[in-house]
């Protein structure tokens, strides 16, 4: 079955189409890159020098002892990133503490918190695809699909269909272009109101990179889900914010999931029904 996405005919990433954009873009990205390392995954930046050395992977230091210090409450991080900051600790902490996760810390911005977390999903979603890539190859997978549906990739100026593994490294392309669109993301600390409407755009569309892994490569969404419980982050959270409607949920509710696993049965059933 071919699924034309209506909602495809919106463009994912408006800035696509013009060349000038694109460079603005280019740098965007480039200019992401370079603070992702400081918020991405090294330790957080430190202003003082007690606390830098308190807050530090000195080298040799054994995986399983990195980032072991305490964690520190939301008002004392002084950083620009300090909401980014708090998040991706509280994840090493525990990333299954999704309703912990995904609550809004008190005193913050709603949209800025799901700014963030969006983000955060996206960077983790690389991980996911760098698993997929060794399986999931134009051969094994020539076209996008997740169950019985069929998507075309609308990250290019006219959808195509693209095979699964670009398909999904267009669309988390595309995602993070648009969060690092200064356009629609001037600044951190607030979301213009009239950005908060690509949240939903954005989750619908990460949402069909685990939906291919979980149909198609379902070890390795498994073995990833056990260790990040991304998928249960990033549907709690796309739920609990209206950012994608129940109709777009695939996948079968997962373990530990109280809405029980007939209930995304019943999903798929009825969606194949309506189409
Ligand atoms: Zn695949
Ligand atoms: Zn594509």
């Known amino acids: 079955m071919m699924l034309m996405d209506k909602q495809e005919q919106d463009t994912f990433n408006p800035v696509r189409n013009s060349p000038e ?78 309703e912990k996760l995904i609550a809004l810390p008190a005193g913050q911005d709603e949209h800025s918190w799901l700014y963030e977390h969006l983000c955060q999903i996206c960077l983790e979603l690389n991980y996911l695809i760098v698993h997929l890539e060794p399986e999931c190859t134009p051969e094994v997978c020539p076209e996008m699909r997740a169950e019985e549906w069929m998507y075309y990739c609308a990250t290019h100026a006219t959808p ?66 056990a260790e990040t419980s991304l998928y249960e982050r990033f549907l709690k959270l796309s739920r609990t914010r209206k950012m994608i409607t129940e109709k777009l949920i695939i996948i079968p509710s997962q373990d530990g999931d109280e809405n029980s696993d007939s209930t995304g049965q019943r999903k798929i059933l009825a969606r194949g029904k309506d189409e």
């Open 160 to 225: 195509r269909e693209c095979c699964a593994i670009d398909y999904l490294t267009h669309t988390l392309d595309g995602a993070c272009a648009l969060l690092n669109n200064v356009k629609f993301f001037p600044s951190r600390i607030s979301v213009p109101e009239s950005s908060v409407k690509n949240f939903q755009s954005i989750a619908r569309r990460l949402y069909r990179i685990f939906a291919h892994a979980y149909f198609h490569h379902h070890d390795i969404f498994d073995a990833f889900e």
């Open 21 to 98: 954009t694109m460079e603005a873009d280019g740098q965007s990205m480039a200019h992401d890159k370079k603070q992702a390392n400081p918020a991405g995954n090294d330790a957080p930046s430190a202003k003082s020098p007690s606390m830098a050395s308190a807050q530090r992977n000195l080298p040799g230091t054994k995986d399983e002892k990195l980032y072991q210090w305490p964690q520190r409450p939301l008002e004392s991080i002084e950083s620009a990133f300090a909401l980014r900051e708090y998040l991706q600790a509280m994840i090493r902490h525990d990333p299954h503490d999704v």
